[in-house]
T-cell receptor, first 115, second 112 residues
């Protein structure tokens, strides 16, 4: 149980294009999902908290128009990196919190490379 | 400085015990967590402990919590080469939204 599927696992795109990353909780409902960014040999940096049916809460310094988050159902949140640039290249990880529990289960991450 | 601190590296020989330490600053933490990350992968929840507990054991894993000193440790008994990974300590600072605050991670290397 408690599986979080993140897709795609790896994406290469051209500068200026948009990329969508999906995060699905497969066997539980998640009112809240989180999106993180991880730089090499660094810890996870929380980008935003995604709440089902409402607007995401972004951390300070994270551009909401650049990183669009949609949490349309209790099992799916998406992160769209708009007009991607090489500096957006990173490892993006999502997590999902089962409703009523204080635990986060993580996806396998998405490696984004922007050329 | 970091609010959740961990040493960055630990090397042990296969079969020995590993102890990974973590300190945190927020006294309102309700739960504290240990996650494992293998190269190129997401984080795997290993175990967690409620703040009013001193110890939790789960097979080869033992978590010790000293709430007075705000010190958390993870002991891995009979460490195997497959345990080589980065281990992250995290606390929730009492957040009702489920937000977690992570340390920088400890790279555990197990030598055969």
């Amino acid at each position: 149980g408690a599986v979080v599927s993140q897709h795609p696992s790896w994406v290469i795109c051209k500068s200026g294009t948009s990329v969508k990353i999906e995060c699905r909780s497969l066997d539980f409902q998640a009112t809240t999902m989180f999106w993180y960014r991880q730089f090499p040999k660094q810890s996870l940096m929380l980008m935003a908290t995604s709440n089902e049916g409402s607007k995401a809460t972004y951390e300070q310094g994270v551009e909401k128009d650049k990183f669009l988050i949609n949490h349309a159902s209790l099992t799916l949140s998406t992160l769209t990196v708009t007009s991607a640039h090489p500096e957006d290249s990173s490892f993006y990880i999502c997590s999902a919190r089962p409703s009523g529990k204080n635990i986060q289960y993580f996806g396998a991450g998405t490696r984004l490379s922007v050329l | 400085g970091e609010d959740v601190e961990q040493s960055l590296f630990l090397s042990v020989r296969e079969g020995d015990s590993s102890v990974i330490n973590c300190t945190y600053t927020d006294s309102s933490s309700t739960y504290l967590y240990w996650y494992k990350q293998e190269p190129g992968a997401g984080l795997q929840l290993l175990t967690y402990i409620f703040s009013n507990m001193d110890m939790k054991q789960d097979q080869r894993l033992t978590v010790l919590l000293n709430k007075k000193d705000k010190h958390l440790s993870l002991r891995i008994a009979d460490t195997q080469t497959g345990d080589s990974a980065i281990y992250f300590c995290a606390d929730d600072r009492g957040s009702t939204l489920g937000r977690l605050y992570f340390g920088r991670g400890t790279q555990l290397t197990v030598w055969p």
